[in-house]
């Protein structure tokens, strides 16, 4: 049991690495425990038992973007449910993609420039430039123009 202290109880708490999205989607999927029905094997040669697999059986999501949140979506039943649920995911994101315009390239002011070069560590996880590959990351919903560029800062490539 977690004691009255806040140390023992499990909270996030690296706010500063948190980026803002202008949509989410929140997925639920569902599934059916379907037991093998095989012999099991000699426990003596194995130490893995499968005894059942997940079997899709319905799911539902509901984006939530800048004017709220959607209808949600629930789909369920039938041998291609995941190949429709994938399907809709991608209707989704071209909707999202055709509501939200055009995506910009990277514009670095002089400055952005200079602090990519002396950059050491990534902006997002702090670690260290020599264990990653070094990528300039920007802003692809706002346009960089003269003096005000859409460039983040220098992140890790993973």
Aim: glycine share 6%.
């Amino acid at each position: 049991m977690p004691k009255d202290d806040d140390e023992s109880i499990m909270k996030f708490r690296e706010f500063q690495k948190q980026m803002w999205h202008d949509y989410v989607i929140y997925a639920d999927l569902e599934s059916i425990l379907e037991p093998y029905l095989t012999a099991l094997p000699d426990p003596e040669q194995s130490s893995t038992t499968r005894r059942s697999r997940h079997v899709p059986c319905g799911y539902c999501y509901v984006v939530k973007g800048p004017n709220g949140y959607q209808e949600p979506v629930l789909e369920h039943g039938g041998d291609d449910l995941m190949l429709r649920f994938l399907r809709r995911l991608q209707d989704e994101v071209a909707n999202i993609q055709r509501q939200r315009g055009p995506s910009y390239p990277l514009h670095m002011t002089e400055e952005d420039v200079a602090a990519f070069a002396a950059a050491t560590v990534c902006y997002l996880c702090n670690q260290d430039f020599e264990k990653s590959v070094k990528c300039r990351d920007h802003d692809h919903g706002v346009e960089g123009v003269g003096s005000r560029g859409n460039y983040l800062g220098a992140a890790c490539q993973k």
